[in-house]
């Protein structure tokens, strides 16, 4: 079979196919508007937290006061024991607890020990967890400097300077600008993967023989044109429609997004040529996405990791593509700056098309087997 005869039928096997179009079109489409929604409001916000304020004092009712006005905590009961409060949290009534113990406008004033204030947080969730101590943090710091005016100096209750961080890439510091942009390489992947190995394993359940290598060429081509087309819809319109920071290197994009498409689907014909039908390919690789975005290094860094369990991530496309993607959409980062990255890509691209080609071009001798 020539090149351009398989490059051309290979979007009409996807186009015809509605297994291979659901994961290979579909899904793409779905996930850009589906994965980002949870973190539309890039925040937690609202926290659920009961009070239980056991001095109930002008001072400490001004801070509950000021907790209720913040966006991250909403006071849903004033308990009148830490037992109660605890109730509620066990029965999800809330998030956390706000003590505000007896002594505490005295231990403001002169540093006395006696009291304070205590947060307790359901651990479950730690991001939650974070927002509430901060929430409260800031609620009391601003009813000292309100209520003790000039004394709030002599406390130290504000640094003598302040520093404003300003983030230079998630200007929101919001979820969705953190978790969307990294897991987009895997949603990419792993659609492009998964029908990849179907639409290979599903020629070996059709008993369609050994493949030539133009023909070999011109699918794997077509392939990682589909890619490189998924990702074009993500970064050049999803990250747009979802107002995520996007600094824009498309030069190096041009370079990078063709390496991780053909690394991508060269893994997925050798995959594919391992199985005998397109449903076992699909059993046994969906388990596999969310090992692949724990290596990716977006949610614990991969210098961090075990050197042997690093070394494993870099055998999934996902883990440069993510780290070059990053850097050149998000950061504007020059070429060089991951170049290590690409050359990644690069060799992936030669070992997974070599076996794959190996795997689906070799025939015994003297007999050829066309696709």
Known sequence: MSFGKAYLGVFREVLSTFALASIILLAVVLYGFYYPAPYAHQTATQLPVVLVDEENSTLTRALARNLSDTREVRIVAQAQSTDDAERMVRHRQADGILLISRGFSRSLLTGAPGGGIGIFVNGTYLIRARDIGGAVQAAVMAVAVERLGPLAQGLHLRAPVEIVARPLFNTREGYADYVFPAVSAIILQQTLLFGTAMLAADRRKRGEGRWSLPGFLGTWTALATIGCCGAAFYFGWVFWFQDVPRAGNLAGLTLAVPLFAFAVTGLGLML????????????????????????????????????????????????????????????????????????GLAALTAIYGTVAAWRLCGAPRGEVLEV
């Open 272 to 343: 594919g040529s391992l199985f005998d039908s397109a449903e076992r390919a699909l059993q046994v690789l969906i388990p596999t996405s969310i090992v692949l975005f724990f290596l990716a290094g977006a949610a614990w860094p991969l210098s961090s990791m075990p050197g042997w369990v690093s070394a494993l991530a870099h055998l999934s496309p996902a883990t440069c593509g993510a780290q070059t993607f990053v850097r050149l959409n998000e950061m504007g980062a020059p070429l060089r700056d991951v170049t290590g990255y690409l050359a």
